[in-house]
């Protein structure tokens, strides 16, 4: 009896350890599973590969090696001076650079761009996005995490240019001129930053690809610091692109308006408040116009649009039809 | 800080009433109407335009003293504040501690384990840590 139920036992004892290595194995191979999993190739839409052509690169981007932890400064430089822009990365340091943090910040790495007077346009975070910019000819800052997000490793490179039948990016990054990177292991990185980069762009131009939203607020952020006259050409190229966008049709108003151009500006904001009824804005901002250019019954039916139309706007609305 | 914070907004909420009152007292004429600018309308948030403007005075300041902290130079500190945008100086103020750095730097003085792990998965193509895998 007593054997039986050692036997037994050391036979579950062998059974348990088999099992035990096995879901050892087990584990570390759905681990391995898991972790290839992530690294298969992104799909790049089948379109890309008809639209674009199989290889691109800019090789007039400059090349800067970075020192220390100065890869956004040197990201920048080369950006910045493929733009023809005067600058260098000594310049840039204590612009862009954050010493106790040893690296900078995105919101600083676009601001610092309109310092130069140019635009810095966040591209949609997708790799057939990526790859039209570089196939357009412009070169895109992206920001990787180089490492795993429990030890991460941020860092900026250059995207500037792409091979599609190796799928492989090529990027100025870091101390390597020309480093050139699976689109797999590309993307496991830049995914790590929800996919960030930025084209620039000269004022006046708005490259293909860029979303609309992206686009307005990133004119709008060069309008803060520039104001709306040396803003207009940007506005411009945006309507051009985006001729059914009424914010945008209300923000060239705006820039003619300061431009000193009343008839262009009204122009605009008709357009905005024909794409968007219920666009309160544009239709005070076109009351006023109205009122200036001593057209009374027009102003007062826009007027009437805007204090019917819930904003802030609506107070003043209301106050200058009191004065009609 | 609490309280120099709150004397200073006392103070701008002051100022901005004040400043405020004679455009809504005299008779105002239409060509000095300002029309309502892109950011406003592009800013979610329209809530209270003077309570808005106060808060970003403030963010302002915020960014300026975490940007000394960081180690920027004073010469340079005005010009970078004054370089972001509205929304950019409302990230900078509400999470620029957490806020990835781009730096490219080595992972020098890992733990071992660390380096093995960030060893394989440079091999398996998930990260870019160590050139000499390639």
């Known amino acids: 009896m007593t054997t039986k139920f050692l036997n037994s036992m050391s036979l579950n004892d062998t059974f348990l350890n088999s099992m035990l290595s096995n879901a050892r194995f087990a584990g570390v191979f759905i681990m391995l599973l898991l972790l290839s999993g992530c690294a298969r190739n992104p799909v790049l839409l089948q379109s890309t590969y008809q639209a674009l052509p199989p290889h691109a690169e800019i090789t007039s981007v400059p090349f800067y090696a970075q020192t220390e932890f100065q890869c956004g400064p040197a990201t920048l430089a080369m950006v910045l001076n493929h733009q023809d822009v005067e600058t260098d990365v000594e310049q840039l340091i204590p612009q862009v650079f954050l010493p106790e943090r040893d690296g900078s910040v995105q919101p600083e790495m676009l601001a610092t761009v309109r310092r130069y007077d140019q635009l810095a346009y966040p591209i949609r975070g997708t790799l057939d996005a990526l790859l039209g910019h570089l196939a357009a000819g412009d070169p895109v800052v992206v920001m990787q995490n180089l490492s795993l997000p429990i030890y991460p490793m941020w860092h900026y490179a250059v995207a500037i240019g792409y091979d599609l039948p190796s799928e492989t990016l090529i990027l100025r990054s870091g101390e390597i001129e020309r480093h050139t990177m699976s689109f797999s292991r590309f993307d496991a990185t830049w995914a790590r930053t929800e996919r960030w980069g930025f084209v620039v762009a000269e004022p006046g131009t708005l490259p293909a690809g860029i979303t609309a939203r992206n686009a307005l607020e990133a004119i709008s952020a060069y309008e803060e610091s520039h104001g709306p006259r040396a803003t207009l050409s940007s506005w411009q190229a945006f309507e051009a692109h985006h001729p059914a966008n009424a914010i945008g049709q209300f923000a060239l108003g705006n820039a003619f308006y300061a431009d000193q151009q009343p008839d262009n500006a009204r122009t605009a904001f008709e357009r905005a408040t024909e794409l968007d009824r219920k666009m309160g804005a544009a239709w005070l901002n076109l009351g006023i116009i109205l009122l200036q250019q001593d057209k009374p019954l027009k102003a007062h039916s826009a007027l009437t649009q805007a204090a019917a139309s819930e904003g802030e706007w609506q107070e003043r609305a209301k106050q200058l039809l009191d004065r009609i | ?134």
């Open chain 2, 1 to 134: 800080m609490k309280t120099l914070r709150a004397y200073l907004s006392t103070l701008l909420i002051a100022a901005l009433v004040i400043t405020s009152l004679p455009v809504a007292a005299a008779p105002t004429e239409p060509q000095s109407i300002d029309l309502v600018s892109t950011q406003s309308v592009l800013s979610a948030d329209h809530a209270g335009a003077d309570r808005e403007r106060i808060n970003e005075i403030l963010a302002r300041a915020d960014v300026q003293d975490q940007l000394l902290k960081q180690g920027v130079d004073l010469d340079e500190v005005d010009a970078r504040v004054a370089a972001l945008s509205d929304s950019e100086v409302k990230q900078m103020a509400d999470q620029l501690e957490m806020m990835p750095a781009g730096a490219g730097g080595g992972v020098i003085g890992a733990l071992f384990a660390v380096f093995i792990i960030l060893l394989i998965t440079d091999i398996l193509g998930l990260t870019d840590v160590y050139p000499f895998t390639r």
